[in-house]
């Protein structure tokens, strides 16, 4: 206690007083808090208390949004939880650039409704992104099912601004497009789980609105998957230009459509004409037996709204008992995962929703159960990934399980490099200890 | 841009020719490279580069060592001379660079310092002279040797000739065939030794001169046979200037600069008189096109006169193509696949004409060749003297061969000879013809069935 | 151990000739030598001590190896096709030349990629699956030559990277030998976000400082349905980049957006492609839109009313697939072609935002008065992009360093409004002081660490990309000298 109260004034020397707070929970079943939290709204106090943790060997652990508490890191409290919250707003937009910076405690959706006025987005489609901030999205390196047309944060970050456990300050990438000057340095921090610096503030390329939007939703019977494949296959191998061309199981689909069926969501972006015939494209295309339902305009983006609340969110208490499994695999074997995720809730009492890209590889599973059912299922898609060549990661998991699974799986052969890169920023592991790759 | 008058007062320390270890007369010319900025877009044009992967071996790698030598970096010694004589003169890479830098130009040019320098000497010498000087410019030798298998079993090239059966590439073998054209033992240039002008059939357009060449008239005369019927056919007096020799091309490129000046200045005398200069073989025609070169530092007297002679000079496909030629009613039924000869292609920019031609033959289906401007590897001499590489290119340039054609057709000589060794070692089954050979026996089929139409008629 | 064939005292040039296979596979004599001295950036040169061509990975390690055993520095080179000096031997380094490992390993056009070994060249990828309707995006101007390999070193970019991204968006897996010669494979099946710090991130662009790319996996793309180009003449350069901005704005985002100046288009007419454009224009702009035929048309549309609007001279769309191949040639060329115009020219890579291309383009009008020299403008104007080329003779005494200063001072102007250094090639030797434009010491630091823990001896292409901590001056020197010395 005496320790937590030390800590507590020399923060405040470092910071005022009513940004520092003590945590009032007793326990934090996700992990990852703090004895003391700050909530810094200068770059100044950022790099103040994180010169004064480095010194002083007291461990910090970052939060956004707090929606990625539950993603990786064994510990249940650092020393200090440095909030980014309050840390928010638009730091430059050029609308003719299009570019933007932002501070990094900003929301994904602050951020879109900011550029809403200006017909412009970041062409990215986040999970919770509500309240995940941009600093979250970029340090777990978020996509979504649009990934397929737009790519993933790594894809829409140029510039990064960010503190080294020291205090330094240091910029990479630039407020441009194209940079090749030095080494890509961004690459480095995004999705590197806060463990090399704290990103302050993120500049990222924009795309203009598309002028019109639809999805088409292609239902299929259960036994129909190698269907679903060779139809998938055939459509990505046209001319027509989906953005997104990713799978539900059944029962995210029966959540989000009721449609208890494999369903195919297959959306367009562009001027209204383009999007309609390739509609049309699609219609033409559907095997029979398939159900098919367009969602135009309004209706498709309250579909993604609400596609982008699925995830399991670390503020919330009920995900206290669920788990999330992100899965990269070569592209069409993504049929086979979502397939398994579908068949978990006949081997474990779990239940499983499921979504995968068809077009970019990466499949999400949102599991709930019992503690034991939950690690059993994990490591059967685990399993599952490594025997198509790919891999599994846990992206939320209450902190007892992390304890007990490798989240982020077995150490690369190269770990020697990334662990000569956290030694040469972060030699005294000031920053989210443990919360990365073999314990980074 | 740079003052020419201001450079030649204070020379800057790149250019002293004191540092330049070119000693001999006709340097390289130091434009030429100047405007070579290293960008690379020749390499994938090389054909030695693309075997190699060496960048002694591609146009810009060998154009900064001829320009190294000017700077004094390196000396004029064996290991110069391997790139600059390993380099096939295809001019692929003019057609390439983005700034016209004459990178054949440059290699004659360095070739020119070479030999100078460092007379031949070994087997490639021996092969050399033998061709060069102990040939080509010897009209009579040339017939005496009575056609090509002598000559090539001469040259020590017995044993590709045994595997070739070169017979495939000979026009006897058309006239067997179709039994049409009419047979052909003598050269032009003596068959038509009295006749100082073969007429044009009808109403004349115009005059020209034809280059029976030195090789074409005795391989190929059927050839030049073949040019001059297309000629007088579609209106033209053709002369064929007894004083005439060898072009020259094949001692350039060997480096022999004063042979090649010889035999240049004779030639620009025989053909003094003549208002167009036609050529059947696009080295030839490529060569007199650049007779200037030759005399840019050494007998610069004959500098302009040279100019005015190459202007003169055309290949027969674009002036038939120019002038208009008439399209023949009889049908060739054949696939036929055409080959850019590299000194028409990148050294002329011929390239449509010839196509053009073909496809005005009734019956003829013209089947694209991928990269039908690649070296076929012969190169002049170049199959002779560098016969590893000149394979490893021919190897290449035959995979681009469509499989379902009937003949392959081309525009020059050597390219024949080389591309029928290529038909004969892959196996292929293809005749290799000239383009105006299949131009003629078009006119040569038209004639006959009309006689028989006559002929039943007047029954 | 004397290796068959190979004339010199040098123990080493033996002990890499072994490994590589004998004497076809390695250079030494100084006559062959000097045709590496330089890449495509030519004002740097200096001898490499061998080259040797390996034909695999493991030969590749192998050479690495024998380097780091013998303490020999060396580095790698693709096509040599490079702008900024990235290839050249500044220490008399042992050149490792991967245009020899040139075969399309695989192509899987399911899930869209292919993998290739280094030395393959980049418009030949496109060439081998155009006919099943798909395409490698980044189209560096030099793709007729340049390598893959290379690409990844310097994270080309190219035309249609406004719309598509640079060379680092496409590359889904690396396998790469390590300063010491370990081998490692990044992105593990071509499956993209492996967990772990994004090493194919850091690689690709790391301009051969970190390790020798040996294997690549690439993504692919599906050839889009239509394409359709414009070109717009303008009678000043500010109307032309106000469109540029127009269009953009407009909400269009066109698969490639060039312009070029007056100067420019003198060179590209004066040389080997030349395609008519009139010779008193400010500038021109080449606008590609490519997606859905049925949307194109109402964006040309949109385009046209926009150049309309910012009086455009001339605009039209081209007529033919032939026409439109004959603009792309011209722009692609467009750097070789000032050879046509001048003995020499200097190309600058510098970025700018957008909005800042009028004050930019004239800041460099003004350097061009105050050295004396002219400077043309080819850029790609989507995504800022600009490259000025410095025209200049080098055999007129002072002009070289003239038209160093000019280069520098235009990059400094693109510094100066938020911009940066280098867009698509690369730092090198040509732009390390030029670093410190837009990098602080502690941010050059931050690179050089990780240079370190990848490079720890710094054998590997040492001298390139970062400013010497302190020793700006010399190095500045050090440039001069190696200027009058040619």
Not at chain 1, 82 to 87: D, I, K, N, T, V
Not at chain 1, 115 to 131: F, G, M
Not at chain 2, 157 to 174: G, T
Not at chain 3, 103 to 126: Q, Y
């Amino acid at each position: 206690m005496l320790l937590a109260e030390n800590l507590l004034e020399e923060l405040k020397t470092i910071i005022p007083q009513e940004r520092i707070k003590e945590k009032d929970r007793k326990s934090d079943p996700l992990g990852n808090s703090g004895k003391i939290t700050v909530l810094p709204v200068t770059e100044e106090e950022i790099s103040a208390v994180l010169a004064y943790a480095n010194e002083q060997g007291k461990k910090i652990v970052i939060e956004g949004g707090g929606t990625k508490r539950g993603f990786g890191g064994v510990e249940e409290e650092g020393d200090i939880l440095l909030s980014m919250a309050e840390f928010k707003g638009v730091v430059e937009h050029t609308a003719g650039d299009m570019t933007l910076t932002v501070k990094a405690g900003t929301t994904f959706n602050e951020l879109q409704d900011f550029l809403l006025d200006y017909e412009q987005q970041i062409s990215l489609d986040p999970p919770l992104r509500e309240q995940a901030t941009i600093g979250g999205i970029v340090s777990a390196n978020e996509s979504g099912p649009k990934r397929l047309g737009y790519g993933s944060s790594r894809d829409a970050v140029i510039g990064l601004r960010m503190i080294y456990p020291d205090g330094t300050i240091i910029r990479a990438g630039g407020k441009v497009v194209k940079n090749v000057a030095g080494y890509d340095m961004n690459k480095l921090f995004i999705g590197a789980m806060g463990t090399l610096g704290v990103i302050t503030e993120v500049t990222v390329k924009l795309r203009p609105i598309a002028k019109y939007e639809s999805l088409i939703l292609l239902s299929f019977e259960e036994q129909d998957l190698e269907k679903i494949r060779a139809f998938s296959k055939e459509l990505l191998d046209s001319s027509i230009e989906p953005v997104v061309c990713e799978l539900l199981n059944p029962s995210l689909s029966k959540k989000l459509i009721g449609e208890e069926q494999y369903t195919l969501a297959v959306s367009f972006e562009d001027v209204e004409s383009s999007v309609h015939y390739q509609e049309e494209f699609v219609k033409k295309m559907k095997p029979d037996g398939a159900k098919l339902k367009l969602l135009s305009g309004m209706d498709a983006q309250d579909f993604w709204r609400i596609f982008s609340a699925i995830a399991p969110n670390g503020n919330e208490e009920e995900s206290f008992e669920e788990a999330a499994v992100k899965i990269g695999a070569v592209n069409l074997t993504i049929v086979d995962i979502i397939k398994e995720s579908r068949q978990l809730s006949s081997s474990f009492s779990v239940s499983a929703e499921a979504h995968g890209g068809l077009g970019h590889g990466i499949s999400s599973v949102y599991l709930k159960g019992e503690s034991k059912e939950l690690l059993k299922a994990i490591t059967h898609l685990r399993k599952t990934a490594e025997s198509l060549g790919g891999y599994a990661i846990v992206k939320h998991l209450p902190l007892a399980l992390r304890k007990e699974i490798e989240v982020w799986g077995k150490k690369p052969a190269y770990f020697f490099l990334l662990e000569g890169i956290k030694k040469k920023i972060d030699p005294k592991r000031t920053l989210n200890p443990k919360r990365y790759v073999g314990g980074l | 841009m740079v003052k020419q008058a201001e450079i030649k007062e204070n020379p800057p320390c790149t250019t002293q020719k004191s540092l330049s270890n070119y000693l001999w007369k006709d340097h390289p010319d130091e434009n030429k490279w100047a405007d070579c900025t290293h960008c690379g877009m020749c390499l994938e044009s090389c054909p030695t580069y693309e075997l190699t992967g060496q960048e002694q071996h591609s146009p810009r790698g060998r154009v900064h060592l001829i320009k190294s030598v000017a700077e004094g970096k390196i000396a004029v010694n064996e290991q110069f001379m391997d790139p600059v004589y390993t380099c096939l003169d295809c001019r692929a890479c003019t057609t390439a660079c983005p700034a016209n830098v004459d990178v054949g130009g440059l290699i004659e040019e360095a070739r020119g310092q070479i030999r100078q320098s460092m007379p031949l000497t070994g087997a490639k010498g021996a092969v050399s002279k033998l061709f060069l000087n102990g040939i080509f410019p010897h009209q009579n030798r040339l017939n005496s040797l009575g056609g090509a298998l002598k000559l090539y079993q001469k040259s020590g090239m017995q044993k590709v000739i045994r595997k070739s059966k070169l017979i495939n590439v000979m026009p006897k073998h058309l006239v067997e065939m179709e039994a049409i054209m009419p047979k052909v033992h003598m050269p032009v240039k003596k068959k038509y030794k009295n006749e100082s002008v073969i007429p044009a059939k009808g109403t004349p357009k115009g005059d020209v001169a034809l280059l029976t060449g030195c090789v074409m008239d005795v391989m190929f005369s059927d050839i030049n046979e073949a040019t001059i019927n297309v000629l007088t056919r579609n209106g033209s007096n053709v002369r064929i200037p007894q004083n005439q020799t060898c072009c020259g091309a094949l001692h350039v490129h060997a480096g022999d600069r004063d042979s090649g000046r010889k035999l240049a200045k004779q030639n620009i005398k025989a053909f003094s008189d003549a208002e167009k200069i036609i050529v059947n073989a696009a080295g030839c025609g490529c060569m007199m096109k650049e007779y200037a070169e030759l005399f840019r530092e050494v007998e610069p007297e004959w500098h302009d006169r040279a100019v005015a002679f190459s202007e003169k000079v055309e290949d027969v496909s674009k002036y038939l193509y120019d002038t208009g030629y008439e399209k023949p009613k009889a049908s060739i039924n054949k696939r036929i696949t055409y080959h850019d000869a590299c000194h028409l292609a990148h050294g002329q920019n011929v390239r449509e004409e010839p196509r053009d031609i073909l496809l005005k033959i009734p019956g003829v289906e013209m089947v694209h060749m991928p990269n039908a401007d690649r070296c076929c590897g012969s190169a002049g001499i170049y199959n002779i003297t560098n016969p590893e590489m000149a394979g490893e290119v021919l190897e290449s340039k035959m995979k681009n061969v469509p499989d379902d054609v009937d003949m392959i057709s081309m525009g020059n000589p050597g390219c024949m000879l080389q591309m029928a060794m290529g038909v004969q070692k892959y196996g292929r089954n293809q005749k290799i013809v000239h383009t105006v050979q299949l131009l003629d026996w078009a006119y040569q089929k038209e004639r006959a069935e009309e006689e028989e139409n006559h002929g039943s008629e007047g029954n | 151990m004397a290796v068959k064939g190979i004339k010199t005292k040098d123990k080493h040039i033996h002990g890499l000739a072994k490994l590589v296979g004998g004497q076809r596979a390695i250079l030494y004599h100084k006559e062959d030598l000097v045709a590496y001295d330089c890449d495509g950036f030519t004002i740097h040169k200096h001898l490499p001590r061998a080259v040797v061509f390996p034909k695999n990975t493991e030969e590749v390690a192998k050479c690495v190896k024998y380097c780091a055993t013998h303490n020999l520095p060396f580095l790698a080179r693709g096509a040599g096709t490079g702008l900024s000096g990235g290839a050249v031997p500044l220490h008399n380094e042992v050149i490792i030349s991967l245009v020899r490992m040139k075969n399309l390993i695989s192509v899987d056009l399911e899930n869209r990629r292919a993998v290739v070994e280094p030395g393959f060249v980049n418009l030949k990828l496109t060439n081998s699956i155009a006919d099943r309707g798909y395409y490698y995006a980044p189209d560096p101007s030099s793709q007729y030559c340049c390598t893959i390999g290379g690409n990844v070193a310097e994270n080309a970019g190219g035309a249609h990277c406004l719309k598509y991204g640079v060379t680092t968006n496409h590359i889904l897996g690396l396998e790469v030998v390590l300063p010491d010669g370990e081998i490692i494979e990044l992105g593990q099946n071509g499956i993209p976000d492996a967990p772990g710090y994004d090493l194919l991130g850091l690689m690709t662009g790391s301009e051969g400082t970190l390790g020798i790319v040996t294997k690549i996996t690439v993504r692919i793309l599906k050839n889009p349905e239509a394409k359709k180009t414009v070109l717009a003449y303008f009678d000043n350069v500010t109307d032309g980049s106000q469109a540029v901005s127009d269009i953009i704005s407009a909400g269009i985002v066109p698969a490639a957006l060039e312009m070029m100046d007056k100067t420019a288009i003198e060179g590209v007419e004066a040389a080997a492609f030349p395609v008519g454009h009139p010779k008193d224009i400010a500038a021109v702009l080449l606008i590609e839109v490519d997606g859905i035929a049925v949307g194109i048309d109402e964006q040309i549309t949109q385009i046209l009313d926009v150049c309309t609007a910012r009086n455009v001279r001339e605009v039209r769309a081209a007529k033919n697939e032939e026409e439109r191949a004959r603009w792309w040639a011209n722009r692609k060329t467009g750097f070789g072609a000032m050879g046509a115009i001048s003995p020499d020219y200097l190309v600058q890579d510098g970025v700018i935002p957008r909005s800042r291309l009028p004050e930019v383009l004239e800041r460099i009008e003004q350097i061009s008065e105050e050295t004396g020299l002219r400077i043309a403008n080819i850029f790609h104007a989507g995504d800022g992009n600009l490259h000025p080329l410095v025209l200049f003779d080098a055999r007129i005494p002072g002009q070289t360093e003239k038209a160093i200063e000019a280069g520098s001072a235009c990059l400094q102007a693109c510094a100066d409004v938020g911009g940066t250094i280098t867009g698509e090639h690369g730092v090198g030797i040509e732009k390390r002081e030029e670093m410190r434009f837009v990098f602080k010491d502690e941010e050059i630091i931050a690179q050089t660490n990780i240079r370190e823990v990848f490079n720890p001896g710094n054998l590997l292409n040492a001298g390139k990309l970062f400013p010497t901590p302190g020793r700006c001056g010399e190095v500045k020197k050090e440039m001069k000298e190696a200027l009058l010395a040619q």
